[in-house]
């Protein structure tokens, strides 16, 4: 028996939205997708960083998409004096993924936005209904994500506090691998994670970053630059080396086999995804049981939470970012939900905790 009483009515306004990006059919595009879905407002449209300022102040919305590439302003000095004066999520809306311009995308991301995404493919095209819906989801989300003022470069800045000591618990024998895994909000905590640690760091990382497809290049050579030791795409039977940190790459589930070599599949997708951080955890602990740091940082979903517990249940040690510096709290916070972190920190106290657990043994 059906109900015959109509739906109660979101009582939540729309999210309002504006679109920065110099290109007239291409506004209008992300306008018609965003559109398409009730619980978003287009309230405006324009075509450089500077419109943007103006119009940020004048009609505050909830969530911008910027265009990098755009002429007066682009969208990283954009970014960088939106977040200076009227703090709000923006999504960085990228329609190129060669490595270079997909690094530019990723300054962004160190200029205050919070995510970005892939410009979905024409409509007809096989792609299209999938990025679309992945522009939607993540134009949606990052509206509920609490952004803070940055302050200009020129200006001196707040004194940081020093990250405090971290008490740690009985270590393995010997830590030999460290396997990471994050979603959005992922990149910057790795680049944060990665640049606190020594270019001696005497174990290999492994890392599983949930990305859109064709990113992954870019997103490396972006992580390098900030990297004291190499960082690079993994590649299917190469031996893993202390000092080196190992990304997988598109459409390819990593793991790690008895010679401790790295090996590559199309196995089925875990938790709808590939790679999957689930596939590289249980991989890893199978391998190096309590000789491994397992690592979930910020990000959608829940992949690779159930694995981080069994790896603690194993007697590795399991690390998980804190919510006050994730932008997503969703694989992190099923990890602590489930009992998995053995740690819960900011990623400048994981890359603290790591030299101490790893740097000192």
Sequence with gaps: MTDPRPPTPDPRPPIKVLIVEDS?????????????????????MVCNGEEALEAVER?????????????????LEATRRIMETHPTPIVIVSGSSAAKEVAGTFNALEAGAVAFAPRPKGIG?????SMAKELVQTVKLMSEVKVVKRWPKYRKQPTVPLVPAVRTETLPAQVQVVAIGCSTGGPMALKTIISGLPNNFPVPVLIVQHISPGFIEGFVQWLTTSSSFP?????HGEYLLPGHAYVAPDGFHME???????????????NGLR?????????????????????????MGKDGAKELKIMREK????????????????????????GAAMYV??????????KKLVGGL
């Excluded at 095209?125 to 209904?129: F, L, Y």
């Excluded at 960082?231 to 590649?235: D, F, S």
């Excluded at 007697?315 to 489930?338: F, H, N, R, W």
Aim: proline share 6%; no cysteine; hydrophobic share 45%.
């Design 275 to 299: 790679p999957s951080v689930s596939h590289l955890l249980s991989s890893v602990t199978r391998v190096f049981g309590k000789h491994a740091i397992g690592m979930l940082l910020t990000g």
């Design 345 to 354: 920190l900011s990623p400048e106290e994981i890359a603290d905790l790591l």
């Design 125 to 129: 095209t096989p792609e299209h209904e």
């Design 315 to 338: 007697e590795a040690v399991t690390i998980v970012q804190d919510k006050e510096s994730s932008v997503v709290y969703g694989m992190a916070g099923e990890a602590v939900a489930l």
């Design 256 to 270: 790690v086999d008895a010679d401790k070599r790295i090996i590559l599949n199309t196995g089925e997708p875990e």
């Design 231 to 235: 960082v690079k795409v993994a590649a």
């Design 59 to 75: 009609l505050k919305p909830d969530v911008i998409t910027m265009d990098i590439h755009m002429p007066k302003m682009d969208g």
């Design 24 to 44: 007239k059919v291409i506004r209008e595009f992300i306008a018609y997708i965003l559109s398409s879905d009730p619980k978003i407002k287009v309230i405006d």
